[in-house]
């Protein structure tokens, strides 16, 4: 598998001016963070969220954390829980599992993302696979993340 079709033709349309970093074959966001040799707390990783309603939600948070669900939980007032993986394989079908790209409007989908992710000069973020990693400016990323709720929403996996 390559890049999602679907992230390219968003990151395009948007004019966002982006590279491609290429690594050996990874299993997540963390694992391509070091397979490509960038600090895992620039690497933005999503992860999808729904409620019993039927409504779904990305969370965007670095690499090298946790998603705080009782937190979002709290910030926005619903009851969402992890989207079930076999949901998920459906929805973003022309990604690898796991390698979800963090770019929720290109998906249709309302998003939360980390405080932290937004004083980074710039983000890295795997595109659709696990073999290369998407470089944009904190420029193109803060205005791919304009709509999105801005919040502390993660807790780091390391102290």
Do not use: W
């Not at 019993?52 to 954390?65: N, T």
């Not at 710039?122 to 803060?142: A, K, P, T, V």
């Amino acid at each position: 598998m390559s890049l999602s079709q679907r992230v390219v033709s968003y990151l395009d349309q948007q004019k966002v001016r982006y590279q491609t970093l290429f690594h050996d074959h990874s299993h997540s966001s963390l694992g391509s963070a070091i397979a490509a040799h960038v600090p895992s707390s620039k690497v933005a990783k999503a992860v999808v969220l729904e409620d019993d309603r039927g409504y779904r939600m990305m969370a965007v948070l670095p690499a090298d954390s946790k998603v705080d669900l009782a937190g979002i939980n709290d910030i926005l007032n619903r009851r969402l829980r992890l989207m079930k993986e076999q949901q998920l394989y459906r929805y973003f079908e022309d990604c690898e599992n796991g390698a979800i790209p963090p770019l929720a409007q290109a998906f249709n989908l309302d998003a939360i993302v980390d405080h932290s992710l937004m004083d980074l000069p710039d983000i890295y973020f795997e595109g659709g696979d696990h073999r290369s990693l998407i470089h944009l400016s904190q420029r193109d990323f803060s205005r791919m993340m304009r709509h999105a709720v801005h919040a502390s929403i993660s807790r780091p996996v390391f102290h």
